[in-house]
């Protein structure tokens, strides 16, 4: 395209193509004869409303002159944050990233726009168009990148969040990039912060990385606790956390509960869940409060069971299931343990696999769990929980456990989890004998798959390949 194009020379083209007068294409595409006669001589700047008039007129994609609508907001006239703001809006909306990094790397050369740009991310963020807001968050934190800046903290917390997903390695990039910004985060978007950061590491079993983040959050919800607790009145211009300040008490010892479980110090861990039952100082009443104290003593009273069950207690078994099976967002969390003791105590649990089989496929409900089962959590506990299926299987020397051995290969490989990856690897060479050749040839194509980010700890576990 001729750099001298313009979406004036377009519609002037098509106008004489169709030999369209200006009157014509008024009533045609809704705009006033006299403002289009404006538009067309260069008197008036063509705002966002008109394009999108005259790209309807026209019948043309929605989009089709955004490329050009950036140098007419920058070459052809002085950019103005009134017609620059619902462009970027439009742009997300339709998916155009490259046009808000024009528009955006165009602005800030004038730093004056930040804090309009950090305001327009900021809504973006918030009806959950993050990749466009994402555009706006890196722009602008590379803007005041000098600064220290809690704008500049909550662009990197908001990247943070967006740039969660499936993969182990970029969750913990992410995460590592992010601490070094938390501390500077009002105390509310601290403490979502930190829960965050501690589901990027529990899904990554950094339990004394856990620990250490569990600990500060109970050290910063507490303070923040007493303090409003001892003010007369709160302050008007004091921003509410996510969540009521006690429910961060409560999460903290949940967490550090669940620390103590996964090092096998069960007495800790229920030393723990005693303190996260414990109501009698929560201050706090109405609705929320209620559901949120309800929602810890459903966890308190599971997870007595659980710690007593994963301590060996065969007889608590058959009550843990019985107590968990209404409620299904904790089902799948249930089976996950119920697997593990299954396979360290050689219980037998046919009857419990067989009872609850629907809900071993957990990603079709994943937005029913709870709020510590967040998505990487979930992605690495399924993954183990295949792998510890397969090993149940083939422990009772049944071939099933092959099947289990690649699913759990496959989901491992897709959250790039060496760990478990490292497990199936070992599980079906000792278990080679049993595989068709069908599941041969599968399991060759999985592995294949994860060569392509594997290192030296896993070429050395895969040598053979």
Avoid at 223 to 228: A, F, I, K
Avoid at 262 to 281: F, I, K, T
Avoid at 290 to 312: C, D, H, K, P, V
Avoid at 428 to 438: K, N, T, Y
Wanted: glycine share 4%; net charge negative.
């Amino acid at each position: 395209m001729n750099s001298a194009t313009t979406i004036r020379s377009h519609l002037e083209a098509y106008l004489d193509a169709r030999h369209m007068s200006i009157n014509q294409f008024s009533v045609q595409s809704g705009i006033n004869s006299g403002t289009l006669s404006r538009l067309l001589s260069g008197q008036q700047p063509v705002a966002m409303n008109h394009l999108k008039l005259i790209t309807r007129g026209m019948k043309l994609p929605e989009d089709y002159f955004y490329s050009m609508y950036i140098d007419e907001c920058f070459l052809y006239s002085a950019p103005t944050w009134r017609r620059l703001r619902p462009f970027i809006l439009s742009c997300a909306e339709l998916g155009r990233l490259d046009c808000i990094e024009l528009v955006v790397k165009n602005l800030l050369d004038n730093l004056i726009y930040a804090p309009m740009l950090f305001e327009v991310a900021e809504g973006l963020f918030e009806e959950n168009q993050w990749q466009a807001a994402a555009v706006l968050y890196k722009n602008v934190s590379a803007s005041e990148k000098y600064q220290h800046s809690e704008r500049l903290a909550i662009c990197q917390y908001r990247l943070f969040r967006i740039a969660l997903g499936d993969s182990q390695t970029l969750n913990l990039q992410a995460a590592l990039l992010f601490e070094c910004y938390i501390n500077r985060l009002e105390v509310p978007d601290q403490l979502e912060g930190l829960k965050h950061l501690m589901h990027v590491y529990y899904s990554l079993h950094k339990w004394d990385k856990v620990d250490e983040l569990a600990r500060e959050m109970h050290r910063l919800a507490t303070l923040s606790y007493q303090h409003l607790h001892r003010s007369v009145r709160r302050e008007k211009h004091d921003k509410p956390p996510v969540k009521p300040l006690f429910f961060y008490i409560l999460y903290s010892y949940l967490m550090r509960a669940s620390v103590c479980e996964e090092y096998g110090d069960y007495a800790a861990a229920l030393s723990y869940v005693s303190m996260y039952l414990d109501r009698s100082w929560v201050m706090e009443t109405g609705e929320e409060a209620n559901t949120i104290l309800a929602q810890f003593q459903e966890w308190g009273t599971a997870n007595t069971m659980l710690y007593r069950m994963m301590s060996g207690d065969a007889q608590v078994l058959d009550e843990y299931v019985e107590y968990i099976a209404p409620h299904a967002n904790e089902i799948f969390v249930a089976l996950y343990n119920i697997m593990i003791s299954a396979n360290r105590f050689s219980w037998n649990v046919d009857h419990i696999l067989s009872r609850f089989s629907s809900y071993i496929p957990y990603r079709t409900n994943l937005r029913d769990f709870g709020l510590l089962h967040n998505e990487q959590i979930l992605a690495d506990q399924y993954s183990t929980f295949l792998a510890e299926l397969a090993v149940y299987y083939l422990h009772h020397h049944r071939r099933e456990g092959i099947e289990f051995i690649l699913q759990s290969l496959q989901s491992a490989a897709k959250i790039k989890s060496e760990s478990i990856i490292i497990k199936c690897v070992n599980l079906f060479e000792q278990h080679r004998q049993l595989a068709s050749g069908e599941e041969k040839e599968q399991y060759k194509l999985l592995i294949g798959e994860v060569q392509s980010f594997n290192d030296k700890k896993m070429d050395h576990a895969l040598g053979y390949v």
